[in-house]
């Protein structure tokens, strides 16, 4: 049972245009979501989070937002670039103090790719 | 500063065998987690230390084992070897305890192969 969702394995975009990359989760126990971005041999890199008391979240060109109640996140990246071109992953966790922790879980990936 | 590092970047082993993976975190990174990425999904998180004790395990079998060092750096074993842990294998570090709000930082991990 996959809890967090990315449903468009690929996106292409034009160069400078908005891109919009989406995420659905199931548990309604996640309040903090990351993204992070994949070239080819290399770890993920992290992007943006977001925790559950907010709805959106901004770093230069690149917003997260949250829909609580829709369970859904979403990440914009204005304007995009060639250097976008990457795999971005949506993860989620539950934050809790103390105790054990459950890790990330995240979802399988989009393949974004920038046209010139 | 330097990144998260991880040792070896390759490997080949053989069904049965026994691996070890190794991790150094950013400096003053105090947790490390382990994540097993297969083609075409996500990392998939299998432990997490905090001050050289275990805090959280994911849904992996007992053949899999890890251990957090006083410096902090930490292994992943894995014995008895199968075809289907050919992954990629993710370390990664972070400056709050489980539960806290910081990212993890990743290193660029270690590719098993097993034949």
């Known amino acids: 049972d996959q809890q967090v969702k990315q449903n468009s394995p690929s996106l292409s975009v034009q160069e400078g245009r908005i891109s919009i990359l989406n995420c659905d989760y199931t548990n309604s126990m996640f309040d903090y979501f990351l993204w992070y971005k994949k070239y080819p041999a290399e770890g993920p890199t992290f992007l943006i989070s977001i925790s559950s008391i907010k709805d959106k979240n901004e770093d230069g060109r690149f917003t997260v937002f949250l829909n609580k109640s829709a369970k859904h996140l979403s990440l914009h990246i204005v304007p995009s670039q060639p250097g976008d071109s990457a795999v971005y992953f949506c993860?989620?966790?539950?934050?809790?103090?103390?105790?054990?922790?459950?890790?990330?879980?995240f979802g399988k990936g989009t393949h974004l790719i920038i046209q010139p | 500063d330097a990144g998260v590092t991880q040792s070896p970047t390759h490997l080949i082993k053989t069904r049965g065998q026994h691996v070890t993976l190794r991790c150094s975190p950013i400096?003053?990174?105090?947790?490390v987690s382990w994540y097993q990425q297969v083609l075409g999904q996500g990392p998939q998180f299998i432990f997490q230390?905090?001050?050289?004790?275990?805090?959280g395990r994911g849904n992996f079998p007992d053949r899999f084992s890890a251990r957090q060092f006083p410096n902090y750096s930490s292994e992943l074993n894995v014995n008895a070897l199968l075809l289907g842990d050919s992954a990629l294998y993710l370390c990664?570090?972070?400056?709050?305890?489980?539960?806290?709000?910081?990212?993890?930082?990743f290193g660029n991990g270690t590719r098993l192969t097993v034949t």
């Open positions: 990664a570090s972070s400056i709050t305890a489980p539960g806290g709000n910081s990212p993890l930082h």
């Open positions: 993860a989620a966790s539950v934050m809790y103090s103390g105790g054990g922790a459950d890790g990330l879980t």
């Open positions: 400096s003053g990174h105090k947790s």
């Open positions: 230390y905090y001050e050289k004790e275990e805090r």
